[in-house]
């Protein structure tokens, strides 16, 4: 039974917790949090000894932690996490620093345990059979890639998330899912080049609409358009093959495709079962722990969609095309 550590008893900690806490071979023993009403609820729900003492936590007898706490302290929570022999799950993004990011994959490798970092938008059930159709081949080779996803202006207004310090703006803390998302169908990005800037009334600290361009190592290219300040929401993604198109409406679907001169495949997302996305990526890291799986997504994967939003900001800022590993 792994004994798991829970830091940051928000939202997504205690999902991800539940989930972690069900699983036959684990169970969450320990818990953290900066707010005694969250730390006292999480410890409650779980039956797990409450930790004021984030340093207390990590010497206590745990064999692995899910960090879900603000964007900015992820790198210092995990790093120490893995200094202290503790295999290691964080949500997205992984850091606010590329720099960070690679001190976290070699504070992991040199103490042996796992890194997972909890992209999970690729097993959401549309955008994991949208994976799964290109994968098969039919549409040929994936060439130009759009994702659109704007609106909710409110969803970063507050808290924390409004905040460059803690949360780094747009890209990292929502669309570090879609640059992840467009590296695993498109491959590795080589050059970025974003415009962006903040129009409304929203009290975010930085960006509410940016466009990034990236250009690939295998030649193809993709378009990311995205922040809050759209009145009417849109999740788009279109990916064109040298065979023919595919086309999803985000979380909702549907998926469309069709090889050139044929009709459209619809698959509606109610169509696509599986199992729910939170609970596979706990359970993939829980079984790379426990059996020695590989994960299905890792450190290095969450590095190179920090590296790519942090080349999107660069860009931005020097107002040309820059290479996303500078
Ligand atoms: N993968 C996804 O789909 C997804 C969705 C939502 C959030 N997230 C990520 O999960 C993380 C947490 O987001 P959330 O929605 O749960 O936020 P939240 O505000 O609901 O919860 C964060 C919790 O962390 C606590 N906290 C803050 N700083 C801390 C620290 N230094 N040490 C210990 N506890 C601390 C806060 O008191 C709060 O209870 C963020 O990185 C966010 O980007 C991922």
Redesign the pocket.
């Known amino acids: 039974m792994l004994k798991v550590g829970l ?7 205690t999902n991800l917790a539940r989930h972690c806490h069900s699983l036959p071979n684990s169970k969450i023993t320990a818990v ?4 005694t009403e ?1 730390l006292e609820r999480a410890a409650a729900e779980f039956d797990a000894q409450a930790y004021t003492s ?1 340093r207390k936590l990590i010497g206590s007898d745990l064999d692995a932690m899910i960090v ?4 900015d ?2 790198a210092p ?1 995990a790093i120490a996490a893995a200094n202290a022999g503790k295999h290691v799950f964080c ?3 992984m850091a606010l620093r590329v720099s960070d990011c690679r001190a976290m994959i070699e504070a992991a490798e040199k103490a042996g345990v796992k890194l997972m970092v ?1 992209h ?1 938008l690729r097993l959401i059930p549309v955008f994991w059979n949208t994976k799964h159709i290109i994968d098969s081949g039919i549409l040929g080779k994936p060439f130009a890639i759009t994702v659109t996803r704007l609106g909710g202006l409110d969803t970063l207004a507050t ?2 998330r409004a905040t460059i310090k803690h949360s780094g703006g747009y890209l990292y ?1 929502i669309n570090v ?1 879609e640059l992840d998302y467009m590296r695993f169908v498109m491959g590795e990005p080589e050059t970025v080049f974003a415009s962006m800037g903040h129009f409304t009334a929203s009290p975010v600290e930085f960006e509410d609409v940016a466009f990034v361009q990236i250009r690939y190592a295998n030649g193809s290219i993709g378009t990311l358009h995205c922040g809050g300040s759209s009145s009417i929401k849109k999740y788009e993604m279109m990916i064109q093959c040298t065979e023919g198109t595919i086309t999803n409406g985000g979380f909702a679907g549907p998926i469309r495709y069709a090889r050139f001169g044929e009709e459209p495949t619809v698959i509606q997302a109610s169509e696509i079962t599986k199992e729910d996305p939170y609970r596979e990526e706990i359970r993939c890291w829980v079984d790379a722990i426990t059996n020695n799986a590989s994960l299905p997504f890792d450190g290095y994967d969450g590095m190179a969609a920090v590296q790519t939003a942090a080349a999107a900001y660069r860009s931005a800022r020097l107002n040309r095309v820059v290479r996303c590993k500078s």
């Open positions: 830091i940051g008893c928000g939202g997504m900690g953290h949090d900066m707010k969250a984030f879900a706490t603000p964007n302290s992820h929570i949500e997205k993004p909890g999970v808290g924390w803390e899912h």
